[in-house]
T-cell receptor, first 111, second 112 residues
Framework: RKEVEQDPGPFNVPEGATVAFNCTYSNSASQSFFWYRQDCRKEPKLLMSVYSSGNEDGRFTAQLNRASQYISLLIRDSKLSDSATYLCVVGPPSGTYKYIFGTGTRLKVLA | DADVTQTPRNRITKTGKRIMLECSQTKGHDRMYWYRQDPGLGLQLIYYSFDVKDINKGEISDGYSVSRQAQAKFSLSLESAIPNQTALYFC???????????FGPGTRLTVL
């Protein structure tokens, strides 16, 4: 099993649609979780951290399910500008150093 | 101004050449990282440094070396470049523990 798994997509959705991505992780000792956005050939940029209680930032909602070891990202009212690759990142367990990056889920929002 | 900068942004070199990629940050973070990204793969860790005197190999360090010249500067060298080192290279920083990482704009390296 991969340490972090994401559906590569692409997810093609019309403007205004709601879309959700899931990401599973294998290390139950992981303590921090993030969603990053990456545009083509550019650097990953933090979209949001994911907290145990779930968190929301405008049209974006992130959830963490520790029991099932997955995190999710929900995007409401999709915009053309949301088209990008979304990376799931799992932070290192205590005492370790390694961040684990998913390969990303590609989103295309269509006019 | 960007908090994490990388130079050069693009580089084409020939097999066997030694090249250096540089990273600077103004975030005041102690931890710095070098990653490479290949199409269809997640970011892979080359080296990481928790402070100026603490430098460690990541999962794919063969063929690479690093230098942490100061808290704000972390350089990656390819001793003798080979074509399969053609990739997108990112520098990142974090403020300890499992905190958020912040990435530089990347260096696109092509080895012919």
């Amino acid at each position: 099993r991969k340490e972090v798994e994401q559906d590569p997509g692409p997810f093609n959705v019309p403007e205004g649609a709601t879309v959700a991505f899931n990401c599973t992780y294998s290390n139950s000792a992981s303590q921090s979780f993030f969603w990053y956005r990456q545009d083509c050939r550019k650097e990953p940029k933090l979209l949001m951290s994911v907290y145990s209680s779930g968190n929301e930032d405008g049209r974006f909602t992130a959830q963490l399910n520790r029991a099932s070891q997955y995190i999710s990202l929900l995007i409401r009212d999709s915009k053309l500008s949301d088209s990008a690759t979304y990376l799931c990142v799992v932070g290192p367990p205590s005492g370790t150093y390694k961040y684990i990056f998913g390969t990303g889920t590609r989103l295309k929002v269509l006019a | 101004d960007a908090d994490v900068t990388q130079t050069p942004r693009n580089r084409i070199t020939k097999t066997g050449k030694r090249i250096m990629l540089e990273c600077s940050q103004t975030k005041g973070h102690d931890r710095m990282y070098w990653y490479r990204q290949d199409p269809g793969l997640g970011l892979q860790l080359i080296y990481y440094s928790f402070d100026v005197k603490d430098i460690n190999k990541g999962e794919i360090s063969d063929g690479y070396s690093v230098s942490r010249q100061a808290q704000a500067k972390f350089s990656l060298s390819l001793e003798s470049a080979i074509p399969n080192q053609t990739a997108l290279y990112f520098c990142a920083t974090s403020d300890g523990g499992a905190a958020t990482q912040y990435f530089g704009p990347g260096t696109r390296l092509t080895v012919l």
